[in-house]
């Protein structure tokens, strides 16, 4: 008797299997923090602080670096609201991409698109004085 057909059917039966263990592990459907942003793209999540970084890209020439609390550090009970935490930390962005963080000196690193004079930028920013400093640029 030969095994040729076990392969297949092992492997059938395998995919089947991990099909039933993973179907009650399928996250719910995200529900909205907040609403009403301007075409919000790249993020950076501050972990420790439970703050999200975002960059709105609209309108051109005022693109801004926002940041917003997650729970549980908001809509929770005795907790504001998300959106109702929405802080600008800098504008003036033209078509900001992207953000990162580096939470240990409290500084964002943003991307733009199309600074006036440049193909793009690198941006850093200061996240408690909100002094903004181009880095680079004709990316």
């Known amino acids: 008797m030969t095994c040729t057909k076990f392969p297949g059917r092992f492997l059938w039966l395998v995919s089947l299997l991990l099909l039933l263990i993973s179907h009650p592990l399928v996250a719910a459907p995200a529900s909205p923090i907040a609403a009403g942003l301007n075409a919000a793209v790249g993020t950076a999540l501050d972990d420790i602080q439970n703050q999200l970084y975002f960059v709105e ?3 051109a020439g005022n693109g801004a ?3 917003i609390d997650v729970p549980p550090r908001c809509d929770m009970p005795a907790t504001p609201a998300c959106d109702t935490t929405i802080v600008t930390i800098a504008d003036g962005f033209h078509h900001p991409e992207d953000v990162a963080l ?3 000196s409290m500084t964002a690193y943003v991307t733009t698109r199309d600074d006036p004079g440049t193909s793009g930028a690198l941006w ?3 996240v ?3 002094v903004k400093s181009m880095v680079t640029f004709n990316l």
């Open 57 to 59: 890209y609209n309108p």
């Open 128 to 130: 408690t004085s909100s």
């Open 102 to 104: 580096d939470i240990a």
């Open 65 to 67: 670096l926002k940041r």
């Open 124 to 126: 850093r920013v200061d």
